[in-house]
């Protein structure tokens, strides 16, 4: 089977691609290189940069391909909240039209990286795949349009087009820059011993998710039909000052916390049901977060002995040219 990802050279995206690789998979990658670079891709998988709004690109990236992973995306929230247009266009207006791509080379099996945001703030906590979606965000709303749209061209076109809602993903990988995700800015602080940002005083409650349990939900689903939405998260809601606390305990030791306050538009509590997805093929969350939280520390640290050593050797002269 030969699977096209969108985005695959991001954070959740090489993750998948390494994973179907290993599985077997032949992999093609479309990306245009936006908020990522070569570095994380497998050798493995073929990369071509572009955009998924350019057809041309998107109907070379479909040639023979048997199923598309849809990732492509603009993920930062509180840039989207400063400009949706930005967001509309990328992200729906992107997506639609390689749906449209899709459609003339006769691909019509989808699987879509959607959000927990959809739902902004839950009535009822676990999450099910049937609560009201109504986001808090232009991110959540444009995650939510694409949701419409692959309903729509599953009954207008035939397609299969499989939703995945993410809770929380965290992981070895994550370089969002600007990096808005809890976990990666809780270590980063602890390991440079500096103060950690906190909102809300630790007191939000959510469903971390580790990335090979996420990544391992693609493959799982690839042979599903129809139109689904399915969440993908642990289960089990955790206090973010949790996740403080246990990071301390695995390093040894402590730093001090910056309480930023409250942050508009924050949830309080959100986590999922995954009990669908489980239902379907057999999915379940298996790293818990002090496994997780430990291979993604000791990714870090890897990270910054890297850094060091490029920085001897004189591969990259300035630390910012390692987040290039
Ligand atoms: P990421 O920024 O690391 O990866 C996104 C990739 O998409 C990047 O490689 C970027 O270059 C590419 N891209 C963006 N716009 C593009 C376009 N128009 N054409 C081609 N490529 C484009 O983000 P991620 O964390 O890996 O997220 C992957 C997907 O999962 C996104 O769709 C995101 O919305 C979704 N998601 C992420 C999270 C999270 O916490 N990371 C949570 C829920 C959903």
Request: glycine fraction near 8%.
């Amino acid at each position: 089977m030969h699977i096209l990802v969108t985005g695959g050279a991001g954070f959740i995206g090489s993750h998948v691609v390494k994973l179907l690789v290993n599985d077997g998979y032949k992999v093609t990658i479309l990306d245009n290189l936006v908020s990522s670079d070569k570095k994380s891709i497998d050798p493995k998988a073929k990369l071509i940069i572009g955009d998924i709004v350019d057809s041309k690109k998107s109907q070379q990236a479909l040639r023979e391909i048997d199923a598309v992973i849809h990732m492509a995306g603009l993920i930062i929230v509180p840039e989207s909240v400063k400009d949706p247009i930005k967001y509309l266009k990328n992200n729906v207006i992107g997506t639609v039209s390689f749906l449209e791509s899709m459609r003339k080379a006769n691909v019509t099996k989808i699987i879509f990286s959607s959000s927990a945001c959809v739902y902004g703030t839950p009535e009822h906590l676990p999450i099910e795949e049937d609560a009201p979606i109504h986001p808090d965000n232009p991110y959540g709303a444009s995650k939510a349009s694409i949701e419409t749209y692959l309903q729509t061209y599953n009954a207008v076109f035939g397609f299969d087009s499989i939703v995945l809602r993410y809770f929380n993903p965290y992981g070895p990988g994550e370089n969002h820059q600007p990096e808005t995700h809890a976990i990666p800015n809780f270590i980063e602080a602890t390991l440079k011993k500096r103060p950690i940002p906190l909102y809300w005083k630790g007191e939000q409650i959510r469903d971390f998710i580790y990335i090979e349990d996420l990544a391992q939900a693609h493959i799982d689903v690839l042979n599903l039909k129809g139109h689904q939405i399915f969440n993908v998260g642990t289960e089990t809601g955790v206090k973010v000052k949790d996740v403080i606390d246990e990071i301390f305990k695995i390093v040894g030791y402590k730093v001090p916390v910056d309480d930023l306050g409250r942050r508009p538009g924050d949830v309080a509590a959100n986590y999922a049901s995954s009990k669908k997805l489980a239902k379907a093929v057999g999915w379940r969350a298996k790293i818990d977060l002090n496994q997780g939280l430990r291979r993604t520390i000791d990714y870090y640290k890897s990270l910054k002995h890297q850094i060091m050593g490029d920085l001897q050797k004189g591969k990259i002269t300035h630390l910012k040219q390692f987040h290039q």
